[in-house]
């Protein structure tokens, strides 16, 4: 077994990493894969989900949880990917330590990111540091609103920026927030519910990902 690593990288705070971390691990989970978190974020804001899932599921919950610092992470990491099919790496924002590090670590890089020009110009320097890295990335517009011409615009010159952005997006949605203060993800939570919708359509693009898909058993 050699485990994917998926690295959530954003140094725009509020972009949405943990949740999209969470939201990530639980569905990767629905699929039968084993899966591991790590949260190098210091505001442990994964390990407090964690920690809601373990109070919610009780010995349902399949999702191992690793806590630590980037240097401690690289020598773990072949390790790890020995044991789990999946890793899900949550960054600190205003970090670019720890955020290189977990970045070159990565078999995909994912960036949440809200349809704003502030947070488009907020991007460039995780992209800059994935670019040095030379890791691919999958920008996700998060936070998306119903019927609004600006995600399209923000897309289309997010592409002419030669940058992969995901087909799929992560809408405005209360089932994202209310899942994630019960230790939970949306599929869980409200199983056909659009949020729900929207990330199964998440996770098989990221399957469909040339960077995943070659070694992946699951995909």
């Not at 705070?13 to 591991?36: N, Y």
């Not at 990917?81 to 890089?109: C, G, K, N």
């Not at 609103?145 to 923000?154: E, Q, Y």
């Amino acid at each position: 077994m050699t485990g994917k690593v998926f690295t959530i990288a954003q140094h725009k705070g509020g972009a949405g990493k943990t949740t999209l971390s969470a939201q990530l691990a639980a569905s990767f989970d629905q699929t039968g894969g084993k899966v591991l978190i790590v949260d190098v974020d210091p505001q442990g804001s994964l390990t407090e989900w964690h920690k809601m899932r373990c109070q919610t599921l009780g010995r349902k919950n399949k999702i191992t949880l690793f806590q630590t610092q980037g240097w401690k992470m690289m020598r773990e990491l072949p390790r790890m990917q020995r044991e789990f099919d999946y890793i899900v790496i949550d960054t600190p924002p205003h970090a670019e330590s720890e955020s290189s590090i977990a970045i070159r670590l990565a078999d995909l890089v994912l960036m949440p990111m809200q349809p704003s020009p502030l947070d488009v110009w907020a991007c460039a320097p995780t992209i800059k540091i994935i670019m040095q890295e030379k890791k691919p990335l999958m920008l996700v517009m998060n936070r998306v609103p119903a019927r609004s011409n600006l995600n399209t615009s923000i897309q289309e010159k997010l592409i002419n920026m030669n940058i992969q952005v995901a087909k799929s997006t992560l809408g405005n949605r209360v089932a994202f927030a209310s899942s994630i203060m019960h230790g939970l993800g949306v599929h869980e939570y409200d199983a056909r519910g659009m949020a729900s919708i929207e990330m199964q359509s998440l996770i098989k693009e990221i399957k469909k990902h040339k960077s995943v898909k070659d070694e992946s058993k699951a995909a």
